[in-house]
Structure formats: C-alpha cells, structure tokens
C-alpha cells in the first residue's frame, strides 16, 4: 500500500529564506506527483505537477523535483514571502485512474 | 459562477441523523471526487465518478454512499452520521486525461460537526 509522508511537519522561517519541503513515497512506480497549497478554510490549489517521465518542474519561484527511484520529491520556494504562508500537500497518483494518495502536509509559516 | 461549489459550507448534525452534502461543478467535467480531511492524514479518498452513473469506492467508504444522475452534481450522503464522521469534507472534478498534465481542481470544503 502506498504510503505518502512529508517532513517537516510544520517549519518557521523569515522572510527571504529559502526553503525545501521534503515529501517521500513508498512505492516508486508512481503515475504522477502532484504539489498542492491549501490556504486556512480552503481548498486545495494545485502549485505543480510532475509527470512520471519528467525530474522537474518549475513555476515562478517553485520548483518540484521528482527522483522515483529513491520514492522523494523536494519543492524547493525561492525568497519566500509572508503570503507564502500556507500548508503544502503532496500527492501521488498511481495510475491514470485520478485517485490521489496525499501525504499530512507540511504547515509554512513565513515571518516578516 | 463557474467553477466547482459546495454546500453547506458548515453543518452541525448530529449522531445518527442522515447529511447529504451537495457538490456542483459547471465545466463539465467527468470525474469527481470525494475526499475527507482529518488531522494527521492528510486528504482521503472517500468515493469517486467517472462519469453520470458511474461510482466507484476509495480508501474510506464505509458509512457513506453517492449517487451521480447528472453530470454536474455529486452529492455525498452520510446515512447514518457517527461522531467519527466529524471532519472537513473536499469536492474535486476534473477532466479526462489527454496529455497527462490535468489537474484536479477542488471545491472550499464543507466543516461538518458530528455531535
């Protein structure tokens, strides 16, 4: 059974860092891997998308690496923001079949 | 408005009493989800549509039941409330795959209080 787990938990760090948030998955023949941001009382928004064949991703100051073989992604945040503050889940899916396996989360805080 | 809605966004039920909660899209899509959201497991899949009148079961079924005649709409019901049941309940669609980019796109959630 495929198990998703994110390190850290929750992080804290000022504003301009930047930052790595872990997400490893236990069996590596994964479809895709998804990065999603939830904002407090709301949905999820979908940051990146990884397909299997592909190591990265980049979008503004996000980039998402995928290594299948070793079960890890990194989404690495470039002089991070307040408005960064968020929980940032990842999720893997293992086939085309749309079922998405979603690890706890990593809860950012970005202090002034 | 466009997009993925759901409703009520808050409910406070009580045990054993039946909630349906409702979940509408407007683009159409194929597939919908629902998932549930609870402390230290992230999102769950609860029940998933491929299409009207196409269900299927995820990780966490029991206790709830879907139904999907139109297109649009994919209410979730629990038939029998349990305080167990007590979380934040997620709506997502999404289209059929074509290139292997597509994402889903999800609804606000609905807070749902099992006393």
């Known amino acids: 059974k495929q198990e998703v787990t994110q390190i850290p938990a929750a992080l804290s760090v000022p504003e301009g860092e930047n930052l790595v948030l872990n997400c490893s998955f236990t069996?590596?023949?994964?479809?895709?891997l998804q990065w999603f941001r939830q904002d407090p009382g709301k949905g999820l928004t979908s940051l990146l998308l990884?397909?299997?064949?592909?190591r990265e991703q980049t979008s503004g100051r996000l980039n998402a690496s995928l290594d299948k073989s070793s079960g890890r992604s990194t989404l690495y945040i470039a002089a991070s923001q307040p408005g960064d503050s968020a929980t940032y889940l990842c999720?893997?899916?293992?086939?085309?079949?749309?079922?998405?396996?979603f690890g706890s989360g990593t809860r950012l805080l970005v202090r002034p | 408005d466009a997009g993925i809605t759901q409703s009520p966004r808050y409910k406070i039920t009580e045990t054993g009493r039946q909630v349906t909660l409702m979940c509408h899209q407007t683009?159409?899509?194929?597939?919908m989800f629902w998932y549930r959201q609870d402390l230290g497991h992230g999102l769950r899949l609860i029940y998933y549509?491929?299409?009207?009148?196409?269900?299927d079961k995820g990780e966490v079924p029991d206790g709830y039941v879907v139904s999907r005649s139109k297109t649009e709409n994919f209410p979730l019901t629990l038939e029998s409330a349990t305080r167990s049941q007590t979380s934040v309940y997620f709506c997502?669609?999404?289209?059929?795959?074509?290139?292997?980019?597509?994402?889903?796109?999800f609804g606000p959630g609905t807070r749902l209080l099992v006393l």
């Open positions: 997502a669609s999404r289209p059929p795959l074509s290139g292997g980019g597509e994402t889903q796109y």
């Open positions: 069996d590596s023949a994964i479809y895709n």
């Open positions: 990884i397909q299997s064949s592909q």
């Open positions: 999720a893997v899916w293992m086939d085309s079949s749309y079922k998405l396996i």
């Open positions: 683009w159409s899509h194929s597939y």
């Open positions: 549509s491929a299409a009207a009148d196409i269900t």
